[in-house]
């Protein structure tokens, strides 16, 4: 597993994780591409984020999406966590496959939009 975080703060939390699988990038996310093929992982199966999709500007987050759909493996899944629907339209164009789950048990509530390329 890999993350992608820019807060030192919560970089030193994330230490605490002591499994040899986990890997800590400290860049943002927007970069994975370069960092995937630095540490050689082709087609990740799953890329979950809980980025707040809702204060990213239009042309970043179609960047970001763009690099995901195409990065990701032909079965692979993206889950995106978030606390309103406001961009949910936003995964159209790059999804074949959105579910759109409310996790009423959250605090606060979320959604959990599950993606996917997959043909039936």
């Keep these: ?3 992608f975080e820019i807060s030192k703060i919560f970089i030193k939390n994330l230490e605490n994780i002591k499994d040899p699988r986990y890997i800590i990038i400290e860049d943002s996310a927007e970069n994975f591409e370069k960092h995937l093929k630095a540490i050689e992982i082709k087609k ?11 204060r990213w500007k239009k042309p970043a987050l179609n960047k970001l999406l763009t690099a995901i759909s195409k990065e990701i493996a032909k079965d692979g899944i993206y889950i995106q966590f978030a606390y309103s629907l406001n961009r949910h339209t936003a995964l159209i164009p790059f999804f074949k496959n959105i579910e759109v789950k409310f996790v009423l048990m959250n605090v606060p509530p979320a959604f959990v939009y599950i993606c996917s390329n997959k043909t039936n």
């Design 44 to 54: 990740p199966i799953c890329f979950f984020s809980s980025l707040p999709l809702d």
């Design 1 to 3: 597993m890999i993350s």
